[in-house]
DNA sequence: ATTCTTACA
DNA sequence: TGTAAGAA
């Protein structure tokens, strides 16, 4: 399929499509045209990728975690990079303070929200009263 | 009609 | 990332 498919299916904008590709993410073929062509197990790839980049991945760290994340069921021992494994629990660490982050802050919003309802509920009452 | 590249806000 | 220009 060509980009366009590719997107709708995966609802991912083209530019960004084109912009994984420039990241060394996601490389599809070429056609004679200069299209690209994406195989059909790539809509999976390109949901995963926009869900690591909307989480706040940086994509250089996503494409060291792509290989990882396809055969996490088969680690061996031997094949772990300390290096890589050092830029993984670092990169967790992000994970767990951005959602921290953002758990006080939907608190917050989510308070607001409630103080909200109650003073329309007592302004309804009080009309209609 | 679609996609491509390049570039700017 | 969105968008626009010009070419294929």
Same mark, same amino acid.
């Given at each position: 399929m060509r980009i366009g498919e590719l997107a709708k299916l995966s609802n991912t904008p083209t530019?960004s499509l084109r912009?994984y590709?420039?990241?060394?993410?996601i490389?599809p073929?070429?056609?004679?045209?200069?299209?690209r062509e994406y195989d059909p197990?790539l809509i999976d790839r390109a949901i995963?990728? %926009?869900?690591? @980049?909307?989480?706040? =991945?940086?994509?250089?760290?996503? /494409? #060291?975690?792509?290989?990882?994340?396809?055969? !996490?069921?088969?680690?061996?021992?031997?094949?772990?990079?300390?290096?890589?494994?050092?830029?993984?629990?670092?990169?967790?660490?992000?994970?767990?303070?951005?959602?921290?982050?953002?758990?006080?802050? %939907?608190?917050? @919003?989510?308070?607001? =929200?409630?103080?909200?309802?109650? /003073? #329309?509920?007592?302004?309804?009452?009080?009309? !209609?009263?």
């Open positions: 530019r912009y590709e420039e990241q060394g993410l490389i073929r070429r056609l004679e045209n200069g299209y197990y995963q990728i %926009r869900g690591l @980049i909307d989480s706040g =991945i940086p994509t250089k760290i996503i /494409a #060291l975690i792509l290989p990882c994340l396809d055969k !996490a069921r088969g680690i061996v021992p031997e094949d772990i990079e300390p290096e890589l494994l050092a830029i993984l629990r670092d990169e967790r660490d992000r994970m767990t303070q951005r959602i921290e982050f953002l758990t006080r802050n %939907r608190d917050s @919003i989510a308070t607001y =929200i409630d103080a909200a309802d109650e /003073a #329309l509920a007592r302004r309804t009452a009080g009309t !209609a009263a």
